[in-house]
């Protein structure tokens, strides 16, 4: 399967613990976006890079995020003393340059985060 | 801010009937307007893209439309079948390509 991988599939975690999800991007795809998605919720954007550069963090990512695409290659997302705000899908795109305007995003299945 | 607005409210239709969805925009004419499928659990799927000069684009049993006076876009599954059940989600995007999402209308197509 070439398309977007996500790891893990479901987290559960303690609050105040840290937890880090892993994507692996289309390997031709050099923009790579961040989504959380609640429930009943469309997915709302986090951050996204391009290449290894990361462009734009919104608003919604607090210091305790963080994002990196060492390499321009896969991408990890941090969660630092999670809280119970923070349960939710996190979801991971990537496309071709322009994606999301001139070219589709391509999702993966998303790792679901419970804060307990 | 922009913000996208989609029918909250389920749409309950029988196999065979058109659905219509519609899809709402605040502000500014996005560039294009893109429309994805996501199935409980899933990602979502991307569908079709319609551009700011389009009135009208079609895929299949898929049509999308681009009204810029109503600020609105409408999206129909002509002959739904029950495979068709899903949430589809509206959203329009910057010019840097990031996705402004609405919040989906769920589908239910019954037999």
């Known amino acids: 399967d070439t398309g977007v991988s996500q790891d893990p599939r479901h987290k559960i975690t303690k609050r105040g613990q840290n937890v880090t999800f892993r994507c692996d991007p289309i390997?031709?795809?050099?923009?790579l976006y961040w989504y959380r998605q609640t429930l009943g919720q469309g997915p709302e954007f986090l951050t996204y890079?391009?290449?290894?550069?990361?462009?734009?963090k919104s608003r919604l990512l607090s210091d305790r995020f963080s994002a990196e695409r060492p390499k321009g290659s896969f991408s990890t997302l941090e969660i630092q003393r999670t809280e119970q705000g923070d349960s939710a899908m996190y979801l991971c795109?990537?496309?071709?340059?322009?994606?999301?305007?001139?070219?589709?995003?391509?999702f993966g299945p998303g790792t679901r985060l419970t804060v307990l | 801010s922009q913000k996208i607005e989609q029918n909250s409210e389920a749409l309950n239709i029988q196999e065979g009937k058109t659905a219509t969805l519609t899809c709402n925009y605040t502000?500014?004419?996005?560039?294009?307007l893109q429309w994805y499928r996501q199935d409980p659990g899933r990602g979502p799927v991307f569908l079709l893209l319609?551009?700011?000069?389009?009135k009208e684009k079609r895929k299949e049993r898929l049509k999308v439309t681009f009204d810029t006076t109503l600020k609105q876009s409408l999206f129909h599954i002509t002959a739904s079948q029950p495979a068709d059940s899903a949430t589809y989600l509206c959203?329009?995007?910057?010019?840097?390509?990031?996705?402004?999402f609405g919040a989906g209308t769920q589908v239910v197509v019954t037999p």
């Open positions: 390997s031709e795809h050099n923009r």
């Open positions: 890079f391009q290449n290894e550069a990361q462009l734009e």
């Open positions: 319609i551009r700011e000069n389009e």
């Open positions: 959203a329009s995007a910057d010019s840097w390509g990031k996705l402004q």
């Open positions: 795109a990537s496309s071709l340059e322009g994606g999301g305007l001139y070219n589709e995003q391509f």
């Open positions: 502000n500014y004419s996005p560039a294009y």
